[in-house]
């Protein structure tokens, strides 16, 4: 059964509207290490001011961070960006991310960071399995049917 569906309704597509954007990776992997502040994120990206004010706005506004105030004593009360649930959900995207430019990308020198479970030091792995239990192993094994929100061509 090949089921066709409509292009203008695609999970993918909303998804990388909000976070397919090369500065909104960096601003997320700095927040899954713990950077909370503007100064200590644009220093840890790169970004350039404006284009980090931006990105925080938009993953505010898309609820995947929140604004947390704070003050230092005798400055003026400032913004922490802290993950939101919905923010958190983007971890395995962004270690599938990082695995794979590991695999691809990073030379002899090999991967620049490893994960490794706090408790007891392992090298953090990913793997797809189904609701029954079994391992995936890929896309060959993953048979695409049409959802409750589903837009099929012709319908």
Known sequence: MNVSFR????????????VGEKWTFLVLREAFGGVRRFADMQ??????????????????????????????????QRDEYRLTEKGRDLYPLLVSLMHWGDKYLS??????????????????????????GHEVAGPREVTPLPGSGAALKGA
């Not at 030379?107 to 620049?112: A, F, K, R, S």
């Open 43 to 76: 220093a840890a990206t790169g970004a350039p001011r404006q284009v980090l004010s931006a990105r925080l706005a938009r993953l505010v506004d898309e609820g995947l961070l929140r604004k947390v105030p704070y003050r230092e004593p005798g400055q003026r």
């Open 7 to 18: 292009v203008d309704n695609c999970s993918i597509e909303r998804t990388l509207d909000i």
């Open 107 to 132: 030379g002899e020198q090999g991967p620049p960071v490893l994960l490794t479970h706090r408790d007891c030091g392992a090298a953090i792995e990913q793997h797809f399995r189904c609701a029954a």
